[in-house]
């Protein structure tokens, strides 16, 4: 089980601050079985027990409230990892604009565009919205909730946690110096 793997990823997100307290969460897939993810309430940081989602069946009741996104992804994608985050530049950037377009080098070059989705967290909208966004890029902001990131690793997805955060940092610290 990949208890260790959720936690290294999870200290990173705590030490760059793009959580707090046991919010967001992080899964893995297991093939066409299912995935793993962290259990509701648990900090990211300290990880004791990971919960098991099947595909086609039940979801434990353990399991982290936004498991509805995860299985929305996986089943419309070839994503195999998913970072979801509330880092706060980023959720800030999602509440006056519907689409980033970052201005730094490292997110002009790797994601030009970031788009902003509704969806009220826990619900089937936001597995929707989110999963038709992770099918054509590997990153997506929901509108004042977080960022949910994806690759073929948890590395990978945790790059563009990092990155949705130091574009959207870099476009208010633009704005704050050199207003439009």
Do not use: W
Request: glycine share 8%.
């Amino acid at each position: 089980m990949p208890t260790r793997e959720f936690e290294r990823i999870g200290k990173r997100l705590f030490a760059e601050h793009l959580v707090g307290g046991n919010f967001g969460n992080i899964s893995l897939r297991k093939g066409d079985e299912g995935f793993f993810i962290k259990r509701t309430g648990e900090y990211l940081d300290d990880v004791q027990e990971l919960v098991f989602v099947p595909f086609g069946g039940p979801v434990p009741p353990l399991a982290s409230s936004e498991y509805r996104v995860h299985v929305a992804v996986y089943q419309s994608s070839a994503h195999q990892a998913i970072v979801h985050a509330h880092p706060q530049a980023a959720v800030a950037a999602s509440l006056v604009m519907d689409t980033i377009i970052p201005e730094d080098s490292e997110g002009k070059m790797f994601c030009p565009t970031i788009p902003v989705v509704g969806g009220a967290p826990g619900s089937q909208e936001i597995a929707d919205t989110v999963a038709s966004a992770l099918s054509k890029t590997k990153l997506v902001i929901v509108r004042g909730h977080g960022t949910f990131a994806a690759g073929k690793t948890l590395d990978e997805a945790y790059q563009f946690t990092s990155l949705a955060e130091h574009a959207c940092r870099v476009l208010a610290l633009q704005r704050a110096v050199f207003p439009l």
